[in-house]
Structures are given as C-alpha cells and as structure tokens.
C-alpha cells in the first residue's frame, strides 16, 4: 500500500503557495469567490472557525492544526459559529492582491488562519483530479503520529509570530507538506474502494505516462505503449482506460494539446514551433487538432493569453 501511495502522490506533485494570513475576531464571515481549478486551502494557527459552501446546508469545524482544502476552486465562506449570525460575509478573493500576513500573537484569543493556494501538477492523471472531493477535512486529531503535526503547527505559528527573510518560503514548504498529507490520507481512504486508483498507481502505469509526458514528440502507438507496460495491447488498452479515462492515443493527444496550451500562453514561439514541440509534425494538422479540441485557432489563443 505504501508504494501505491507513493506512486499516486509522485504524478500529483503538488506546489502550495501561502497568501494570507489573518487574525479574526468574532464575528466574523469571510466568502471566498469561485476560482474554478484553483486548489486553495485554510490552516488554522489557533483558535477555531467552520467553513461551509453555499447551498450545502453541513458546515465544518476546523480547530487547532485543522486544515480545508477545496481541491477545485468552489465558492466558500468561512465564519466564528456554526451559522452565521446575520449579515453578508466580507468577500475577500485571495487572488489578484498581494500576498499579506498579520503577525500572530500567542497570547491572543483571536483565531489565527493562514491561507493560501496549491497547484497540481499539470501532468496530473486528470482521473485522480476528478475524484478529489469540493471540500477535504485533514484533522491534527487524525493523524497517527501526532507530533509530527504539533511540529507544523508550532514552526507555523513561530514564522508568523517572528517573520524573518524568507519566511513566506518557509511556508509555503510547510503549508505543501499539510495538503501533502491531507492528499495521502484521502487516498488511503479511498483506494480500498476505487479499483481505477488502483490502476493508476500500477508502477507499469507510470512509467507509461512518464514516457508520454517526458517525450510527447515520439511516434507513440498502442503498440510501442504496450511493449513498455509489457502486455498484449488488448490487455493494456483495457488497462490504461480503466486508470486514466481514456484510451492510450486519446490520452497522448491530450497532453500534447495541453502542453500546446501552456506554451502559447508561457512563451513567445511561432506556431510552427509550438506545433513541432507539441508533437505534430504538420501544422496544418495541428491547427485542425487544437480548433477542434479548445474550440479556437492556435493564433486566437495565444492572442487571448496576451490580452
């Protein structure tokens, strides 16, 4: 199981980024605006607070060491009790404005929340993203060797009581290795019922997927993804359909197209560049590929990313 665990964790790579951090004293209703695939997460320092999203009438109660995670970006509201008791929760989006932390104060009884976003890697099985619950729970209480949660929870609390040069590198470190664990404890949870987990975590698995991702310009076939998973390609097809979503070729064009994405957006390489990197050796095919799979040209893409 270990080993499973690994392996699933290793094609998620996950990047945390702390974005706020802030002293709250009762009352108070803070709504978090929708980013749609934005991960964001809320770590409470001390004190307590319940974090809830509209029109789901069950609310969360987070203490001491307690982290939220909202793995795809859904609206949320975090508030002092259990309802909230009149008036409209401040709107603070977390993105779009510079990064601010409030210094904690030990003998405060303000709660204390430090806040933020993760990123998973884009190279991530969109099988595993799909199955990520809106709202993930990880309880200081839950994890089997406590200290080691005391230990985050204390060096937290000492970068934001103290802050020195490179404190916000500090924890982002620590905030990644508190959704690291809460991502390992769902999966642990869910692997028992989830055969497609399973298949995805097969160690042959990855390294067919680390060859697609490492080389998408290959002449991938079915035939050369099967010689390195080592079975007939019936078998593997049937394999790596139940792992990933989709068929072995549906999936190299996928990333190829992703990877296409990312460069017009990241980058200042021609078409016929891109087009080459992504895996097509004909632009026109490219074109025809990406139209029909993002619903624009390659060119109004890129212009859109630049606007």
Known sequence: MTNVITNLLD????????????????PWGVHIDEYPDLARFHFVVS???????????EAHKLTKGDIAIIPRGKAHTYFDAERPRGGKPKNYPIVGRPPYFERFHRDSD??????????????APAAIVARLPEVMIGRRSDDPDARKSDLLVDLAAEELSNPSTGF???LNRLTEMLC????QNWLEDSLADDEYLRALADPKTKIVLDHIHND?????????????YGQSRTAFTSH?????GLSPMNYVRQWRLKLACRMLKDTTMSIDEIAFKSGYSDTNAFNRAFKRAIGSSPGAYKRRAAA
């Open 11 to 26: 094609l998620m790579r996950v990047q945390s980024t702390a974005y706020i951090a802030k002293n709250l004293t009762a």
């Open 47 to 57: 004190g307590e607070t319940w974090i809830g999203m509209p029109g789901d009438g």
């Open 110 to 123: 303000d709660t204390h929340l430090l806040c933020g976003y993760f990123e998973i890697s884009e190279d």
């Open 168 to 170: 916000e590198i500090r």
């Open 180 to 183: 690291v664990q809460t991502l």
């Open 216 to 228: 998408p310009t290959a002449d991938w076939s079915v035939e050369a993804l099967a010689r390195l």
């Open 240 to 244: 790596f359909k139940r792992a990933t």
